[in-house]
C-alpha cells in the first residue's frame, strides 16, 4: 500500500517538478520585467508544491529517503510526468501554451484532490489550489491577449496550441497507482475530468479566437517513464549540484 500511495503522489509531484523547472529556465528572459517575475513566481509555486509531495514520499519510502533524493537522484524512466510539462519553451508563444494546458488540468485535479481521504494529500491539494488558480487565470488571460492580439501573436498562440494539444490525452490516462489509489478513496480518477477539461479549455479558445485542432492520435508514455528527447536535458541540469555533490545540503 505505501509503495502504490508513494508511486501514485510521485506521478503528481513529477508534473509539478519539471514544469517548475522548465519555467525556472526563463527567469531573467521573459518579455517584460512583470511577466518574468509572475512565471518565475509560478515555478517557485510548483517547486513548493513539489517539495510537499516529495517530503510525504520520503516518509513513506524510509531508508533514509529525503525529498532531495525523491526529487533529484531517480534515472529517467523513474520520473512519472507526462510528455506535455517536459516540453521545451520553443518561444513565449509555447510557454503560454503548454502553461495553459496544464493549468485547467492541474486546478481541476487539486479540487477533487483536497477531497481525498489521505489527509496529507488533502492539505496539500488544499493549500495549493490558491496558487493555482492564480496560474489558471495568469494563462488563460494570455493565451486571449495573444489569440486576439496581432496577427503575429494569433499565428504564433495558434502554432503552439496546435502542436502541444497532442499531449493533452495523457493528462487523462490511469496508471496502475492510480487505480489502486481511486479504489481507495486517496486519488483522483482523472478520467471523469476529461470532458470538464476540454469544455473549459476550449470556451478560452474560443474567446480567444483560436481554433481548436481536430486530432486523431495523441502523444503518451510519460506516466510510463517513457520520455521524449528533452527529458535527458532537463534532468542533466536538475540534477547536477545533487550528483556533483552528495549528500549536500543547504
Known sequence: MKELLASYIIGIADNSLILGQRLGELCGHGPSIETDIALTNISLDLLGQTRSYCQYVAKLQGN??????????????????????????TDFGYTLARQFLFDHFH???????????????????????????????????????????TAESHDRIQKAIHHLWAFTDELFHQ???????????????????KA???????????????????????????????????????????????????????
Request: glycine fraction near 6%; avoid cysteine.
Open 64 to 89: 533514509n529517503a529525503t525529498e532531495d533524493s525523491v526529487a533529484f537522484l531517480r534515472i529517467e524512466r523513474e520520473y512519472r510526468n507526462v510528455l506535455l510539462v517536459e516540453q521545451p519553451n
Open 107 to 149: 486546478l481541476l485535479l487539486l479540487q477533487e484532490l483536497q477531497n481525498s481521504k489521505d489527509q496529507t494529500l488533502a492539505a496539500i491539494a488544499k493549500k495549493s489550489i490558491k496558487e493555482v488558480s492564480y496560474h489558471t487565470r495568469f494563462s488563460s488571460d494570455w493565451i486571449k491577449r495573444l489569440g486576439d492580439g
Open 175 to 193: 496508471t496502475e497507482a492510480d487505480k489502486a489509489m481511486v479504489s481507495e478513496g486517496i486519488g483522483v480518477d482523472v478520467t471523469l475530468l
Open 196 to 250: 470538464t477539461y476540454y469544455k473549459n479549455v476550449n470556451a478560452i479558445l474560443e474567446e480567444a479566437t483560436v481554433a481548436i485542432p481536430q486530432l486523431e492520435y495523441f502523444q503518451k508514455g510519460g506516466k510510463q517513464g517513457i520520455h521524449s528527447e528533452h527529458m535527458g536535458y532537463i534532468l542533466a541540469e536538475m540534477q547536477y549540484m545533487q550528483r556533483a555533490y552528495p549528500n549536500m545540503n543547504w
